[in-house]
């Protein structure tokens, strides 16, 4: 599949979400088997950082420093780049996670996802909803806890 035609299933299941529901989430689920089927037989980012590497090498191999370096840090770069966006990803997922465990009661795993979303969540200027949501609930569930440790609850 390519990127194109991802966005172009994408954009049926979001325009499907307020028409049927169960339709968007079948589509939705579909375009999940696909995507991790893809992802497997597809060169990715990693494949151009494996042939980055190999190029430094055989460059500063032959004597041309100042090529191998640049190729390391445009890998490099791309790397960091990768990391940012796995871990912003990561956080956001935890903390949905989190908000959704609160809501069913589950406050010990609740707690947990939260405590794994936070951890990730520091290296974001940009705050989102969804943390302020998330930080939240642990304020209420660490003030519950406190407040049945003094037995006021």
Not at 41 to 49: D, F, G, K, M, P
Not at 118 to 124: N, P, Q, R, T
Request: aromatic share 8%.
């Amino acid at each position: 599949m390519t990127d194109k035609e991802w966005q172009s299933a994408m954009t049926e299941v979001v325009q499907l979400m307020n028409q049927n529901r169960q339709e968007a989430i079948a589509r939705l689920r579909n375009l999940t088997s696909q995507t991790e089927a893809d992802r497997a037989s597809a060169v990715s980012l990693w494949h151009h950082r494996q042939c980055l590497g190999l190029l430094a090498q055989l460059e500063a191999d032959g004597g041309n420093l100042r090529l191998a370096a640049e190729i390391d840090e445009q890998s490099a770069e791309l790397a960091n780049e990768e990391i940012h966006e796995l871990r912003h990803s990561c956080a956001f997922s935890f903390a949905q996670a989190a908000l959704y465990r609160f809501k069913l009661g589950e406050t010990e795993k609740a707690m947990a996802l939260a405590r794994e979303a936070f951890s990730l969540w520091h290296a974001f200027v940009d705050p989102s909803a969804i943390y302020e949501l998330l930080l939240k609930e642990v304020r209420r569930v660490r003030q519950e806890q406190a407040g049945k440790e003094r037995g006021t609850f």
